[in-house]
DNA sequence: GTCGTTGGCTAATTTGATTAGCCTAAGCGC
DNA sequence: GCGCTTAGGCTAATCAAATTAGCCAACGAC
């Protein structure tokens, strides 16, 4: 009877490549355990249960959505900021469509999931940062509105027609950033 | 052993009446019939199965939002026609916040559902009609991108600051509505 | 090499959806 | 009013998935 080698890590890669696989089918005990080639009862030994598991899964993406937006906000200011945000948070949704389609509405819930939402708002905040007290927060809910909405319809295949998506979403970024 | 007058139409109101409780729970064939005065299996004399009542909870939810929509956007033009869509998108997610997290990402999968998004969808395209070709393409895909995700965010209780929330949702959508 | 802990397993339990099969209430023609 | 047909309720049984209980081997520290 060997081992397998796992750890909430390891199972959270294995979830994280049956979202790839499934386009964001929601997870299960038994597909991750087939996948880690043991038997459901073993992956208790790991995770506390299938919230749990969906919690870790969901915190490694938005840990992954984090750092993709903070690198490409990183250094810059104002308008190019904003820009920035939205244009790595909706590459992010459209490279990974499976992972973004099974991320929790809201990070809650859970600590680790907790504290990476909190660190995607904070590098939202932070886009918004130049501008001064309420208009800064009104800028943060359309960003956050923006960039979830357009990455939600786009992720889950809702923009049947044939015209430019990238054209569509410019636009909808020069909007958002004029003042 | 009374009959209970059920109906496919009586269930989804009761599966409405269900969403609105607990604000947007995944429905259940036990929640539902105990709802109805009823044992699980004779909820099946009425439809196929949990998935055929889910889909026809969310053509209903569908239908009012497209009722709701097309009311406002009646016998208006140009910005004033996209400006009436969303306020009056937004407004349904808001008095029904339990419904509007209950739709499904995408209306597909049952003809009433798929029927009832659609028509929602044609009034999106009214609401932008007087743009001319692709404009209109991208115009439609911002309004559709700003709804969704205000709506999404706000119905799930995502504005957690202070600030007037009206306010913001009147800001974004002055800048969509700019040309 | 032995011991304690970790991580696998099988078997059993629980919860929910669903199906099978029975039985009566309601509507209808006479 | 009476018997027939059908629709809609019920109980009991089945199936699937998560989870728990309890057993045993593998691995690391000594």
């Known amino acids: 009877m060997p081992r397998a080698g796992l750890s909430p890590e390891a199972l959270v890669d294995i979830a994280l490549a049956e979202l790839d696989a499934t386009g964001g089918a929601p997870l299960s005990i038994g597909t ?10 073993s992956i208790y030994k790991h995770v506390a249960g299938l919230a749990e598991l969906e919690a870790l899964v969901g915190a490694r993406i938005y840990d992954d959505l984090g750092e993709a937006v903070a690198a490409a906000v990183d250094g810059r200011q104002g308008a190019d900021a904003a820009r920035a945000f939205l244009h ?6 459209v490279r990974h469509p499976g992972r973004y389609r099974a991320l929790p509405p809201r990070p809650v819930g859970h600590p ?4 990476a939402g909190a660190r995607v708002m904070a590098i939202a905040e ?3 940062a130049d ?3 309420d208009d800064a927060i009104h800028a943060l809910r359309g960003l956050r509105a923006a960039a979830h909405g357009f990455a939600t319809l786009e992720a889950a295949g809702g923009f049947g027609l044939p015209a ?3 054209a569509s979403f410019d636009r909808l970024v020069e909007q958002l950033v004029r003042l």
């Not at 991750?32 to 009862?41: D, E, I, L, T």
Request: charged fraction near 25%.
């Open 88 to 93: 790595a948070y909706r590459s992010f949704a």
């Open 112 to 115: 680790a999931l907790a504290a």
């Open 131 to 133: 501008r001064g007290g």
């Open 32 to 41: 991750v355990a087939a996948r880690a080639g043991v038997k459901p009862p």
């Open 126 to 128: 932070r886009a918004v």
């Open 164 to 166: 430019d998506v990238d």
